[in-house]
């Protein structure tokens, strides 16, 4: 079921949306056959970052700006409406005022409109890609994308290593702040995840969360729950957080020296680690470490397969893919599949109905995507998407038997032939 401030299509919003389950809101999987391959169709594009679907038939792309950073110059972006199979452009937007350069998002509200956080700005623009109007937001920062809650309202929150990090409240039809910002207790890298009008922010050391309270009409910081996952370890900070209903996921050890591959960027000598936080309990928490290697690092969320209770770990930095069970007799996550050496460092797509799993793998000093089956880990399908970088952004399923790869300068669908 699609959150209700989501556009009622199989992927509204980055990670198909706010609880960041990576899976699409209908539809059914790949259902990749013996005799079956994969294939691509690929086009260049400008520091492409996602792709979201809207009404049946219609694919939108984000792209932005990166070279006029490297001199300190402001930076734009763009939305296109792109034909699903050729992938070439059909509408293109003006080029979106943004500042401060970031991989953004784009999300199709319920109301119908395309909304843009790119830099320090938010964007609204119809699905004709017109733009229709523009927020600067407060800080001199690039804002790590959005959320869109179920009553409607945008939350977005600048990206902030050594100072508090805030957050900032849109009014969706006015484009108007809905009440001054709110400044969390620390620094924040990862972007946001919600559940309802519940709001999720991962820390430089500790997560937490804040209500929308409609009476006071404002966010309000939940005393009763938060979490210190750094506390006396040498981990640095964690990447965006999965919400299962039941449980928070993330990983950490997130700082890393990505340049065009998480291969070998890990700062921190210790290894990462999943961490699971109860939703309803912060001191009820696990940490098992992902592979025990040196260096662990990685820029994304984990996966979590509610069906199957599989969640799906990396160490991108080390190549290495770890499954484990949860929910087991024993209480415990248990070790149940890993695949190594193994470039996986993107955000990722599952199908329920198939346990189909799509991961990148960064190998041969190319990017190539694959299909696993998230059970077993056995291999279903292979193909060489063309991109030089290791993606680490925001795939998207497809109106078909297919999906779209972005990895910065690529854009790839890849379908099922």
């Known amino acids: 079921m699609t959150p209700s401030g989501y556009f009622a299509s199989p992927w509204p919003g980055e990670d198909g949306g706010p609880e960041r389950l990576q899976t699409p809101r209908e539809g059914t999987g790949l259902a990749?056959?013996?005799?079956?391959?994969?294939?691509?169709?690929?086009?260049?594009?400008?520091?492409?970052?996602?792709?979201?679907?809207?009404?049946?038939?219609?694919?939108?792309?984000?792209?932005?700006?990166?070279?006029?950073?490297?001199?300190?110059?402001?930076?734009?972006?763009?939305?296109?409406?792109?034909?699903?199979h050729s992938l070439k452009t059909l509408r293109r937007s003006p080029r979106l005022a943004g500042g401060p350069m970031w991989p953004g998002g784009?999300?199709?509200?319920?109301?119908?409109?395309?909304?843009?956080?790119?830099?320090?700005?938010?964007?609204?623009?119809?699905?004709?890609?017109?733009?229709?109007?523009?927020?600067?937001?407060?800080?001199?920062?690039?804002?790590?994308?959005?959320?869109?809650?179920?009553?409607?309202?945008?939350?977005?929150k600048n990206l902030s290593d050594n100072q508090p990090a805030r957050l900032s409240v849109v009014d969706a039809q006015t484009l108007t702040l809905a009440c001054p910002d709110t400044?969390?207790?620390?620094?924040?890298?990862?972007?946001?995840?919600?559940?309802?009008?519940?709001?999720?922010?991962?820390?430089?050391?500790?997560?937490?969360?804040?209500?929308?309270?409609?009476?006071?009409?404002?966010?309000?910081?939940?005393?009763?729950?938060?979490?210190?996952?750094?506390?006396?370890?040498a981990q640095t900070y964690g990447w965006d957080v999965v919400l299962d209903s039941k449980n928070a996921w993330f990983m950490d050890n997130g700082k890393h020296r990505y340049f065009h591959k998480m291969i070998g960027a890990g700062v921190s000598p210790t290894p990462n680690r999943l961490i699971r936080v109860s939703?309803?309990?912060?001191?009820?928490h696990e940490a098992p470490e992902v592979c025990g290697a040196r260096g662990g690092s990685i820029t994304n969320p984990p996966l979590v397969d509610l069906k199957r209770q599989i969640v799906v770990g990396y160490d991108s930095a080390n190549r290495h893919v770890q499954a484990w069970r949860f929910n087991t007799p024993s209480g415990t996550l248990e070790p149940l599949w890993q695949k190594s050496p193994f470039g996986c460092a993107s955000h990722m797509i599952l199908y329920p109905d198939t346990g189909e799993l799509v991961v990148n793998d960064y190998r041969h000093h190319g990017e190539e995507v694959v299909v696993l089956n998230i059970e077993s880990g056995e291999e279903l399908g292979r193909v060489r998407s063309g991109g030089l970088t290791q993606g680490v952004v925001f795939p998207s399923v497809g109106w078909g038997r297919d999906f779209y790869w972005s990895s910065m300068g690529r854009l790839a669908r890849v379908y099922v032939q």
């Not at 004709?128 to 869109?148: D, R, T």
């Open 183 to 233: 400044e969390c207790p620390e620094p924040s890298i990862a972007r946001l995840s919600s559940s309802g009008n519940t709001v999720y922010v991962v820390g430089v050391r500790s997560i937490f969360r804040y209500h929308w309270n409609d009476d006071r009409q404002r966010l309000v910081f939940d005393t009763s729950w938060q979490l210190d996952y750094v506390g006396s370890t």
């Open 279 to 284: 939703l309803t309990n912060s001191s009820d």
């Open 106 to 156: 784009m999300a199709i509200h319920r109301n119908s409109d395309l909304y843009v956080v790119y830099g320090r700005y938010v964007h609204r623009l119809n699905r004709q890609c017109e733009l229709l109007g523009s927020l600067k937001l407060a800080v001199q920062a690039p804002y790590n994308s959005f959320v869109i809650l179920d009553n409607g309202l945008i939350v977005t």
């Open 32 to 84: 990749l056959r013996k005799g079956e391959s994969l294939a691509c169709t690929t086009r260049n594009t400008l520091m492409s970052t996602m792709t979201v679907l809207g009404a049946p038939g219609e694919v939108y792309l984000l792209t932005h700006s990166a070279l006029r950073a490297k001199v300190g110059l402001p930076t734009t972006a763009c939305v296109e409406l792109i034909d699903p």
